[in-house]
C-alpha cells in the first residue's frame, strides 16, 4: 500500500462483486490487481470485463499475493469463513460482505483470527457507511429525539422464489433472514445495541428456510424494536424511530435512503437529502473508502462497523433463527446461550 493507493483483490465474480468493483473505479486512490474464482474461466472473464491484470482459479493463489493490500469476500455466506480465514491467515486484510458469515460461531473464529494476525477486519455492511445513515445516527445521539422508545423496519422481495434459488437453499444458508433481515436487525442495533430478549415467528419453507420472518426485540431500556424480512412480499422497506421528543421517518430503502424526516415536537418537519456529491444512493464506494481510511490510519477494524457490533448482530440473527427452528446443514449443538456465548459447533 502507498500513500496514494490502496491495492484490492476480488474473492468471487457474482452480482456483489461486480457491482462493487465497479464502484471501486470511482475511487481514484483504488486500485483492483486481482480476482479469484474456483472457476479460472469465471475470472479470467471477470478480470477482463474489468481490466484487472491478474485472475485466479484457485482461492489461496489470491491469499498469498502479497501485492494485495486487502481483499474483498463476495462469496456466498456458507463460504466467508472459509474465503475470509484463508485471507487472514495468509496475513491479507478483509472486507467481507454481509451477512458476515452463517452464524456467531464462524464470525467469532473470524474475528479472533483477524486479531492473532494483526490484520484489518470488517463486514461489508455498507448502511453504517452511508453518509445520510450517518447523519441520522448523530441526530439520535444528540437527542435529537429524546430517548429512543422504538425502532421499525421492513426489507421485502415479493419473488416468487422456486425452491431451486439460492434464496430457499438450505445448502447455501438461504431464507428471509441471513440475506435481508440483516439489514432491519442492523439498524435497530446501530440506533440501540444489542437487545437483552428476542421473540420471533416465521414462515418456513419445505426445505426448511425461512420465507418471511418477524420480530420482535427489546431492551433494558424499555425500548422495542419490531422488525420484519421477506422473500414472499415486497415491502415498503422503510424504518422508522420513535423518541420522547420526536420521531425519525425513512420513507422507503432505509438503507440506502435518499432522504429522512425529522419530527420534533413543537417544531415543523425537517426533511435531509442525500448530498449529490455522494454519489448513487445504491453506491457501495463509502464502505471501500472507510477501510482505505482505516488502513491508511494502521485500524484494525472500523468505528462504523466494529467487529464487536457484528458478532452482536450475529447473536441476534443465530436467536431469531432459534425461535423459529432454523438450522442449516453443518450446524450442530445449541445456540447461544443467556450470556451470549455462540455454541453452535460443524458436524
Not at 152 to 158: P, T, V, Y
Request: aromatic share 6%; with cysteine; proline share 6%.
Amino acid at each position: 500500500m502507498t500513500a496514494d493507493t490502496v491495492r484490492w483483490g476480488v474473492l468471487a465474480t457474482g452480482g456483489i462483486a461486480a457491482a462493487f468493483t465497479a464502484d471501486l473505479f470511482d475511487l481514484p486512490d483504488a486500485e483492483v490487481v486481482a480476482v479469484a474464482s474456483r472457476s479460472e474461466e469465471s475470472a479470467k472473464a471477470f478480470a477482463e470485463r474489468f481490466g484487472i491484470p491478474r485472475a485466479y482459479g484457485d482461492w489461496n493463489r489470491l491469499a498469498r499475493d502479497e501485492d494485495i493490500d486487502v481483499v474483498y469476500v463476495a462469496t456466498p455466506h456458507t463460504a466467508h469463513r472459509t474465503a475470509a480465514g484463508l485471507c487472514l491467515a495468509a496475513g491479507r486484510n478483509v472486507l467481507c460482505e454481509k451477512p458476515f458469515t452463517l452464524n456467531v460461531r464462524e464470525a467469532a473464529e473470524l474475528v479472533a483470527l483477524a486479531r492473532e494476525h494483526g490484520r484489518f477486519l470488517m463486514e461489508a455492511m455498507w448502511m453504517y457507511c452511508n453518509p445520510l445513515v450517518r447523519r441520522l445516527k448523530s441526530l439520535v445521539d444528540d437527542g435529537a429525539i429524546g430517548e429512543v422508545r422504538s425502532v421499525q423496519a421492513d426489507f421485502g422481495l415479493a419473488g416468487p422464489f422456486p425452491p431451486s434459488h439460492r434464496l430457499r437453499n438450505p445448502e447455501l444458508g438461504g431464507g428471509a433472514l441471513l440475506d435481508l433481515g440483516v439489514y432491519p436487525v442492523s439498524f435497530a442495533q446501530l440506533l440501540l445495541g444489542e437487545p437483552s430478549d428476542i421473540t420471533a415467528r416465521a414462515t418456513l419453507s419445505d426445505e426448511g428456510v425461512d420465507l418471511q420472518t418477524a420480530a420482535l426485540l427489546s431492551w433494558e431500556s424499555g425500548a422495542l424494536g419490531s422488525v420484519h424480512c421477506s422473500i414472499v412480499g415486497g415491502t415498503a422497506t422503510s424504518a422508522s424511530v420513535t423518541g420522547s421528543r420526536g420521531r425519525i421517518d425513512v420513507p422507503g430503502g432505509f438503507f440506502f435512503p435518499d432522504r429522512f424526516v425529522l419530527h420534533r415536537d413543537g417544531r415543523d418537519a425537517e426533511e435531509f437529502t442525500a448530498d449529490p456529491a455522494d454519489g448513487p444512493r445504491n453506491s457501495l464506494r463509502h464502505e471501500a473508502a472507510e477501510v482505505m481510511r482505516a488502513l491508511r490510519a494502521g485500524e484494525t477494524e472500523s468505528p462504523l462497523v466494529p467487529l464487536d457490533g457484528t458478532l452482536a448482530v450475529m447473536r441476534t440473527l443465530d436467536a431469531i433463527r432459534d425461535r423459529v427452528g432454523v438450522r442449516y446443514p453443518g450446524e450442530t449443538g445449541e445456540y447461544p446461550d443467556e450470556t451470549g456465548e455462540p455454541r453452535l459447533t460443524p458436524a
